[in-house]
Each structure stands twice: as structure tokens, then as C-alpha cells.
């Protein structure tokens, strides 16, 4: 049923946005067409068709898509830089387990700094039978107490643990205990992230 329900009433909203892609053209509002088409293809990565488990390219490729939307909002502010092999985009995540952390960088990081300019950073490598991905940026760091509170999934959200708990959640619920998120940060020198998962193959909708 949740799958069904994920393929009809998206279909409404994609619908409409294409509506608006194309009156937009009509008008030649072309960033305002942009836009749409962005937000469009964001909400299609971010529901994909129901399931849970997505390959790496499609979460990169939604990462793409936000930060593209964000710069419209942002003046081009964000810099986005990723380093991830073939290999990695043929394995399967967690679907929205990498955007939020990306989110968090730009909104709690990198637009909190004076000027809110600056560089979110993607890389991984498989180790053994796991992967790593490191998110980075060059924002205004944490504290260990904000990393901590953070990570505490007893303690209430924070402004700048945002989805996060939730992510840790996910993931130790589908991976198992022994993946998760680390943190490193200091203020004034921005944050990396490591998100650890398994190394598994993505051989189509899982």
C-alpha cells in the first residue's frame, strides 16, 4: 500500500510542477522554469517510487539538484565538490541519508559564516565491506558539546542536529549498530562527516 500510495500522489505534484515548467517557458521566465524543473526532480529522487534503498548516483544526483536550488536562493554561495569512483555510484544507500548532512552543512555551516560562502566537499572509499563517504565543509565548525548533543539520540533535536538524529536512526536500524555517522569539527574550521554503511552492489529497486 505505501508503495502504491508513493507512486499516485506524487503524480499530481509532478504533474503540476511540469505545468508550471512550461507556463513559466511560455512567459520566458527561465529561471523561474529552472526552478521548477529543479524541484521536480528533487521530489522524484526524494520519493523514488516508494522504495527504500537507492544506488549512490541518486543520492548524489539529488545533492546536485539542492544545491543547485539552494544557489538560486543563495546567490551561488555554495561550492559543491565531489570525488567518488564508479564503483561507488554502483552501490546502493539508504535513500535521503547523505541530503540532510548536506543541509546541515550549508545551512548551519557555511551560511551562518560572514560572508556565507563556502565549500561543501564529497568523497568515499570502500574499505573491506564498507563504505565511507566523507561530507566536509569549511562553515563555522561545532563544539564537541554541539557534536554531542547531536549524536545523543535521547536528547531533543537541535537547530544544527536537524535530520540528523533521524539519519542516525535509519541507519542503525537497517545497517545494524556498528554504522552510524562520526563527526569531527572545531569552530571556526568547519565539519566533516564520515557515514559508514555497507558496501552492497545496487542491482535495481530493493
Not at 565548525?141 to 544544527?160: C, E, F, V, W, Y
Request: charged content about 20%; cysteine-free; proline content about 3%.
Amino acid at each position: 500500500i505505501k508503495a502504491l500510495q508513493a507512486q499516485i500522489n506524487p503524480h499530481f505534484l509532478y504533474n503540476t510542477l511540469d505545468l508550471l515548467h512550461w507556463l513559466a517557458e511560455d512567459y520566458g521566465a527561465d529561471e523561474i522554469s529552472e526552478i521548477v524543473s529543479l524541484l521536480s526532480s528533487f521530489y522524484k529522487l526524494s520519493l523514488s517510487k516508494g522504495v527504500d534503498v537507492i544506488s549512490v548516483k541518486d543520492a548524489i544526483q539529488q545533492i546536485e539538484v539542492y544545491v543547485k536550488l539552494q544557489n538560486f536562493r543563495f546567490g551561488d554561495s555554495i561550492n559543491l565538490e565531489i570525488q567518488l569512483s564508479q564503483e561507488i555510484y554502483e552501490l546502493s544507500i539508504l535513500k535521503l541519508l547523505l541530503q540532510p548532512i548536506v543541509e546541515n552543512s550549508i545551512i548551519h555551516g557555511i551560511l551562518e559564516k560572514e560572508p556565507p560562502v563556502g565549500t561543501v566537499s564529497i568523497k568515499g572509499y570502500i574499505t573491506g565491506d564498507d563504505l565511507n563517504i566523507w561530507i566536509s565543509d569549511n562553515g563555522i565548525g561545532m563544539t564537541r558539546k554541539q557534536i554531542n548533543q547531536i549524536m545523543d539520540l535521547s536528547h531533543p533535536n537541535t537547530a544544527n542536529g536537524y535530520g540528523i538524529k533521524n539519519v542516525i536512526e535509519r541507519i542503525r536500524l537497517y545497517y545494524g549498530s556498528q554504522y552510524g555517522l562520526t563527526y569531527e569539527s572545531q569552530p571556526g574550521q568547519g565539519t566533516t562527516v564520515l557515514v559508514k554503511i555497507p558496501s552492497t552492489k545496487f542491482n535495481g529497486e530493493q
